[in-house]
């Protein structure tokens, strides 16, 4: 074995020794008649679109059911309900065994203020597919580190359904449905490489600022062997170097096996000069020796890919390529 030279290799040395093994709870899969049930953790969604989201599940052959704070507009400016009544919500939503499904209605704000009143025995106790992304990263991260629990970044009813390609949502239930693991179909663009290489290793993420939002805390992303999926919106190119910092100051960057960055839009235009995302990006992963993808298909952008979390997948900057290794769903 060669000497590591540097701290940068030394560190990535002993978290590789130190590793230990996750193993993930996978949700029972989501049969055509299953009840999806439709939840607003974060900010209230238009009703006009979660109407024609609620259509469209509708005619792909599900019973769609709505959480309490959709039905009684309980929302309190930017937030949906109260912070109590958002996690009571999401706790009857998994408490309620007709649920077979759990879909967040739209992110914006206010998932990170209920991670203290989830009641995480519950989840573990009743696991179900649990659909969101933006905001709902918060969610996704809690959830996995405090159940283990696979969940999915994938469209959401009240925004996406009446943008989105039907393509999309197609391959996103065939994925719930158990009848693929090959996400191929859903990345329909060519791919940008920062750093070479193939890895393989546990998917987590997906909103940048709520990646970094929860450092500090007891839901803070575990590192250790995760390939980390990034996307983020409306954040400025100053702010996307701050999260990087972040990531290499918490010494996050040496234990990832690998980085998948997505779609980064409305990007605020600064009125002196400063670098490209990529360049920023490429400043703090040119040194990590581990695959870095760019540009794949999910975040706030016109496409949608839908990605298992806390799910053993392979990544390859050779054929652009990110490959389920286990079954999402039982």
Known sequence: MDVPETDFERFHLVCDVCRLEDVFMKPPKLKKGGNIRIIAPASAPSLRSLTIGVSKLIELGYRVTLGDNIRKTKQIGYLS??????????????????????FCARGGYGSLRILPLIDFDVIKDHPK???????????????GKKTDLITFHGPMPGVDFEQKIPKTIDEMFKLLRGETLDLTPQISRILGTVVEGETSGISAGTNF????????????LIPNRRI???????????????????????????????????????IPHEDWPVPS????????????????????????????????????????????NIVLLEDVVD
């Open 277 to 320: 995302l990529k360049e920023v990006i490429y400043n703090y992963v040119n040194k990590m020796k581990k695959p870095i993808i760019y540009g794949m298909p999910f975040g706030h952008g016109e496409d949608q890919m839908t990605i298992p979390l806390n799910a053993e997948i392979r990544i390859s900057t050779e054929d652009s």
């Open 209 to 220: 600022s709520l990646v970094t939002s929860l450092f500090g805390t007891e839901f803070q």
């Open 81 to 102: 309900a109260s912070d109590q009544d958002r996690a009571n919500e999401l706790n009857d939503a998994f408490a309620d065994d007709s649920v077979d499904a759990v």
């Open 129 to 143: 597919i649990f659909v969101g992304y933006s905001d709902i990263t918060a969610l996704h991260l809690a959830i």
């Open 228 to 266: 980390l999926f990034l996307e983020d919106v409306a954040t400025s190119i100053l702010d996307i170097d701050r999260y990087m910092a972040e990531l290499l100051l918490s010494k996050t960057l040496y234990q990832l096996k690998g980085m998948v960055f997505g779609d980064f839009v409305e």
